[in-house]
């Protein structure tokens, strides 16, 4: 197998791409939507039921995995791929974003930050140099630069100041790094929803030199307006052979706009997070299992699709063992609703490789315009 990091783009229609990004580990579809397993799982899947939604690739999150169990100990288990029984892609985070959220109590300087873990309050530091270390330890497949990205909004020099530190701390990512061939870090652009600052981080990125770049910094309170107001303009400030990631995003409106801006990866934890509480996606947008109307209806969440969820059950079990708190619930639901971003994802590669984004966006929107089936 191919023993290097590569991204070769196959088609464009307007500004969406498709393409491929081929590691030691496999293949990436693009666009890609990658599973959040945060934990070293994607919780209540098995991971062969996650690459038999689609998924190429999983999000493995460093601020958890480094907490607990750490990564020294998944390093001295073979690292996370074996440990978690994933072999193909996995793409972490740097750990940064996750103590700006889930932590209370921490110190931001310029080395890094200092904070207590939500777990048990004992005291951690993360750096470039840290993040990269404990990245290297688990077997990351794609790397992401340790930045900080202030929570939307923020006044303009708070995110300048913000963005500048993270440009510093890009350069010491990559420094820390290394040359690791089969491995690639990504460059996170920051800069809020100012466009001269998006566009000063871009070149500090690109001075730098990446295998990817990320845009960072969005899905953070924003707004969709604003997020796709910056994604007209963002995107087109990074190279354009290499990979795009937005982080964070989304709901499947979100992503498909986004793709259409010229974004190729995307990872969230709605899809699953969701399927446990019993918010469904569907073509006909979304539903609430829990809610009374489902629960003497004897057909699927949707009849065009082929996942066990909707294959084999009716949305009045659905109902009745998420309202019994089975745990059959959340396998079936985190199922059904990775499946059904996965089929988007499948739609936009094929449609954009035809030159028919356009038709099959406008479908996407009168599909879920049309609202979920008249209750029986
Ligand atoms: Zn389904």
Request: glycine fraction near 10%.
């Amino acid at each position: 197998m191919d023993k290097t990091f590569s991204f070769s783009l196959n088609a464009t229609d307007g500004k969406a791409r498709t393409g491929v990004i081929s590691t030691p580990r496999g293949e990436i579809r693009t666009p890609a939507f990658m599973p959040v397993g945060t934990a070293a799982t994607v919780k209540a899947m098995l991971p062969e039921n996650v690459r038999a939604t689609g998924a190429d690739i999983l999000l493995g999150n460093t601020y958890h995995l480094m907490l607990r169990p750490t990564a020294e100990r998944i390093d001295r288990l073979g690292g996370l791929h074996d440990f978690m029984n994933w072999e193909r892609p996995i793409l972490t985070d740097s750990g940064g974003f996750q103590v700006m959220s889930l932590t209370a109590l921490r110190k931001i300087t310029e080395q890094g930050v200092r904070f207590k873990s939500h777990i048990d309050g004992s005291v951690h530091e993360l750096s470039p140099e840290r993040s990269m270390e404990i990245q290297r330890l688990l077997g990351s497949d794609i790397v992401m630069c340790f930045d900080e990205c202030p929570a939307l909004p923020a006044d303009r020099d708070r995110i300048a100041e913000s963005m500048r530190m993270s440009m510093r701390w890009a350069q010491r990512s990559r420094d820390a790094f290394g040359d690791r061939p089969g491995h690639a870090l990504f460059g996170i652009q920051q800069g809020g929803l100012e466009e001269d600052l998006r566009g000063e981080s871009a070149e500090a990125l690109r001075g730098i030199g990446f295998d990817g770049y990320a845009i960072g910094g969005l899905a953070v309170g924003e707004g969709q307006k604003a997020m796709f107001e910056t994604l007209d303009y963002a995107p087109d400030m990074l190279p354009t052979d290499k990979p795009r990631y937005l982080m964070g995003v989304g709901k499947p409106d979100d992503i498909v706009g986004a793709v259409k801006r010229g974004v190729d990866m995307m990872d969230c934890v709605l899809p699953s997070r969701s399927g446990r509480t019993g918010q469904v996606f569907t073509r006909r947008g979304v539903l609430n299992i829990k809610n009374a109307r489902h629960q003497d209806d004897p057909r699927p969440i949707d009849e065009h699709c082929n996942c066990p969820a909707c294959a084999n059950y009716s949305r009045a079990y659905l109902h009745h063992v998420f309202r019994a708190q089975e745990i059959i619930s959340s396998m079936l639901l985190t199922w059904h609703n990775l499946h059904y971003y996965q089929e988007i994802m499948q739609g936009m590669r094929d449609a954009i490789a035809a030159g028919r984004f356009a038709a099959w966006e406008a479908d996407f929107h009168a599909e879920r315009a049309a609202g979920d089936i008249e209750p029986v």
